[in-house]
């Protein structure tokens, strides 16, 4: 079956501009995260979904970090004002629930310039 | 506090012989351990796992790990490294005590030779 899916792959924005990084997870799961992963380090955590709801958003680093999943099922990662320190690639993954592994999607390389 | 530590950034290995990438962690609760793989310009694919049972854990490609809880240990291991095994290695803890997210490591860059 299809895995994890992040669109777009690559992004190249101004700084200050406004970005959306999409995920879509594998079907029926319910739980979602997002993650940043900069260079030579390990996945950062940034939110959890349970369903619609965010039941962990401790990891987003400030008030420009946005991100729902309106119907429990597509995500999207909303960045205002960009800095040249958002520049990472940012990656999704799922799981059906409980202590299981999550699967992870390819990830969104982005760079601000 | 909830954390993993890969000690090594770099293992070299010959085509062959056994392979070893260490992992310890540190969590409140109760662990739950996993071990990801990541090939350049990939995504994270995961390995194995260990919930409950057996300390001795076997997962995709030959790799197993031991979960050792005294040391707080879950090491992945190889009886024969293959050039293919190359790539970027993560380990990742989950806390029953906090539930939610992974607490990942910094990765261990494994090269094969051959």
């Known amino acids: 079956g299809a895995g994890v899916s992040q669109t777009p792959s690559n992004k190249v924005t101004e700084k200050g501009k406004y970005v959306e990084l999409r995920c879509d997870p594998i079907?029926?799961?319910?739980?979602l995260y997002w993650y940043r992963q900069s260079l030579g380090q390990g996945p950062e955590f940034l939110i959890y979904?349970?369903?619609?709801?965010?039941?962990?958003d401790s990891g987003l680093p400030n008030d420009r970090f946005f991100a729902v999943r309106p119907e429990g099922s597509v995500s999207t990662l909303k960045i205002q004002r960009t800095e040249r320190g958002d520049s990472a690639v940012y990656l999704c993954?799922?799981?059906?629930?409980?202590?299981?592994?999550?699967?992870f999607g390819q990830g969104t390389r982005l760079t601000v310039v | 506090a909830q954390s993993v530590a890969q000690p090594e950034d770099q293992v070299n290995v010959a085509e062959g012989n056994p392979l070893t990438v260490k992992c310890t962690y540190s969590?409140?609760?109760?662990?739950?351990l996993f071990w990801y793989v990541q090939y350049p310009n990939r995504g994270l694919q995961f390995l194995l796992k260990?919930?409950?049972?057996?300390?001795l854990v076997k997962g995709s490609y030959g790799f197993e790990a031991e979960f050792n809880k005294s040391q707080t240990s879950f090491h992945l291991k190889k009886p024969s490294a293959l050039v293919s095994d190359s790539a970027l290695y993560f380990c990742?803890?989950?806390?029953?005590?906090?539930?939610?997210?992974?607490?990942f490591g910094t990765g261990t860059s494994l090269t094969v030779i051959p």
């Open positions: 993954a799922s799981s059906p629930g409980g202590w299981t592994e999550a699967f």
């Open positions: 079907s029926g799961h319910t739980a």
């Open positions: 979904f349970q369903g619609t709801g965010a039941a962990d």
């Open positions: 969590v409140s609760g109760n662990p739950y």
């Open positions: 260990y919930i409950t049972g057996d300390n």
């Open positions: 990742a803890v989950r806390d029953s005590n906090t539930g939610n997210q992974f607490y």
